[in-house]
Every structure is written in structure tokens, then in C-alpha cells.
């Protein structure tokens, strides 16, 4: 199980990306501060850390330039509120990995994540998740039902996959606007019905199963 180190002193943030981590099968250790974040990082106990930019004691900029002069080469995903062209060229030419700006969909920091923690090439990690009927290519970002393609919004792709992750396992809605929508979603909203009655209309009626009270499962459905 991968282990991911969280640098970000807004604790709210903090645990929202922890709490997603943890759900999507990674083990996490948080930090609010940069010197705290260097120490860690340089431990080598890590295989990749989320670095916001603006930590106390010591800056995300400082943390990767420090930890890139002493060659650790944690891959990491840097995090800032800042939108500016020339903060994200400097952290991508210091040596992160990739950038994110807040405010940002959990999907997002999500997916660049599993890229980045994704084996090299030679690595024998599929790029087509199936079940029963039911393919997606996280490539092409196509779903295939039998033989026949079906297109996804990049919302219907992120639920999809989320339900093809965990087959058979019953996902609440908080875990699934959680992971989707991200932390400055509205929890209160049903946006998550709407987007099965999506997926019900495109993959098949009998694909997702109701859990009352609870959720929604993924099931081989009819076809």
C-alpha cells in the first residue's frame, strides 16, 4: 500500500485530501509546516507527498528545492492558492512532479496521484478496469458495454471508475462526492442521484443497485 505524505497547514484541506486518500486505498500522514514536510519527505518512507506551497516555518518552494539539491526523488504533487503562470512554472522547473491550484476537485488531485504513482513503463498495472459487461479504457476514457463504446462525461468517467474500483462494494454518497466533487462541494446536494440515473441511461438500468439508506453498489447488470 502506498504511503503519501500531506504538507498543508489548512486543516480542513488536510483532512478532506487525507480522509480521500485513505478511501481510495493509501495510507497518509499529514504535516503543517514546511519543516515538518522536509523531514518527513527526506525520510524515505514515503512514496509521494502533496506540498502546498504557502506552509509556515519553511515555504513548499524552499521544501522542494532543498529536497531536489539532496537528490530525494519522492515524486511530488505541489498545491498552492496561488493561480499565477509564473509560481507553476517555477515549481515544475524545481522539480515537482505537478501542480494544482485550490480551489480543486478531489477527482483531480486524485487522478494525478495514480499517475504519478503509477509503475514505469514494463510495470504490468492495467490501463482497462472490467466488470462483467462493463469496460473503461482509463486511457481512450471510453466505456464499453459488449461491444458497444459508450461516451462519458469526465464526471460519469470519475464515478464510473470509482464503482469499477471497488466491484460489489457499496459506495455512500459522501464517499462518492468526496472523491468526485471534492471538498468545496455542497454534501447536502443530490447531484450524486442525478449522476446514476446518468449512468443507468448509458451502461444500463439494472448496472447500479439501490442500497437503501446507504448508497449505491455496482452490479454485472443485464446488458
Given at each position: 500500500m502506498s504511503k503519501i505524505l500531506i504538507a498543508e497547514d489548512e486543516e480542513r484541506i488536510a483532512q478532506f485530501v487525507a480522509k480521500g486518500l485513505k478511501a481510495a486505498g493509501y495510507q497518509t500522514h499529514v504535516v503543517g509546516d514546511g519543516v515538518s514536510a522536509l523531514e518527513h519527505a527526506s525520510s524515505g518512507d514515503y512514496d509521494l507527498m502533496v506540498l502546498d506551497v504557502g506552509m509556515p516555518k519553511m515555504d513548499g518552494f524552499t521544501v522542494l528545492r532543498v529536497l531536489r539539491t539532496l537528490e530525494h526523488d519522492i515524486p511530488i504533487i505541489m498545491v498552492t492558492a496561488r493561480d499565477a503562470v509564473t509560481d507553476t512554472v517555477a515549481g515544475l522547473e524545481g522539480g515537482a512532479d505537478d501542480y494544482l491550484t485550490k480551489p480543486f476537485k478531489f477527482e483531480e488531485l486524485l487522478a494525478r496521484v495514480r499517475t504519478r504513482l503509477r509503475p514505469r513503463a514494463g510495470g504490468s498495472e492495467s490501463t482497462v478496469l472490467r466488470h462483467g459487461d462493463l469496460s473503461l479504457d482509463l486511457t481512450t476514457r471510453i466505456a464499453t458495454v459488449g461491444s458497444?463504446?459508450?461516451d462519458l462525461s469526465p464526471r460519469e468517467f470519475s464515478m464510473v471508475r470509482?464503482?469499477?474500483?471497488?466491484?460489489?462494494?457499496?459506495l455512500s454518497r459522501e464517499q462518492l462526492l468526496s472523491r468526485v466533487w471534492g471538498y468545496d462541494f455542497d454534501g447536502a446536494s443530490n447531484v450524486v442521484d442525478v449522476y446514476i440515473r446518468y449512468l443507468r441511461n448509458k451502461l444500463g438500468s439494472?448496472?447500479?443497485?439501490?442500497?437503501?439508506?446507504?448508497?449505491?453498489?455496482?452490479?454485472?447488470g443485464s446488458g
Open positions: 458497444k463504446e459508450v470509482e464503482f469499477l474500483e471497488h466491484p460489489g462494494q457499496v439494472e448496472r447500479f443497485d439501490t442500497v437503501r439508506g446507504v448508497g449505491y453498489r455496482l452490479t454485472e
